[in-house]
Nanobody, 114 residues
Framework: VQLQASGGGSVQAGRSLRLSCAAS????????LGWYRQAPGKQRELVAT???????NYADSVKGRFTISRDNSKNTVYLQMTGLKPDDTAVYYC?????????WGQGTLVTVSS
C-alpha cells in the first residue's frame, strides 16, 4: 500500500495550492479519504475528509477556503487550498481508512509567508 502526496511548496499569503495524493495497493472506492496537517510544535489535526458516500467534513479553520475532492478512477484525492494564511503552514498528510485499515502518506510541506 502506498499513498504518495505531492503539490506542497512555498507561497505567499492569499495564494493557492492544490495537493494531490495518489493511492496504490488498495481498493480506493471503499476508503474514507482525508487530509491532516501538523504544524511545528503542534499535534496533527484534521483538515478535511471525504467519505465513501460523498459526504465531506472540514475543520472550522479551513471552511470556505479549502476543498477536498476525490477521483476514484485515478485513485487520487485532492485538496484545493485557496486564500492561504501563514497559520496554514504545516506538513500535510493524506489518509485512507476503513474500519479495519488506516494508511498514511509521507507528507508534503506547505509554507505560507506573510
Amino acid at each position: 500500500v502506498q499513498l504518495q502526496a505531492s503539490g506542497g511548496g512555498s507561497v505567499q499569503a492569499g495564494r493557492s495550492l492544490r495537493l494531490s495524493c495518489a493511492a496504490s495497493g488498495i481498493d480506493f472506492n471503499i476508503y474514507e479519504l482525508g487530509w491532516y496537517r501538523q504544524a511545528p510544535g503542534k499535534q496533527r489535526e484534521l483538515v478535511a475528509t471525504f467519505g465513501r458516500g460523498g459526504s465531506t467534513n472540514y475543520a472550522d479553520s479551513v471552511k470556505g477556503r479549502f476543498t477536498i475532492s476525490r477521483d476514484n478512477s485515478k485513485n487520487t484525492v485532492y485538496l484545493q487550498m485557496t486564500g492561504l494564511k501563514p497559520d496554514d503552514t504545516a506538513v500535510y498528510y493524506c489518509n485512507a481508512r476503513t474500519w479495519r485499515n488506516d494508511f498514511w502518506g509521507q507528507g508534503t510541506l506547505v509554507t505560507v509567508s506573510s
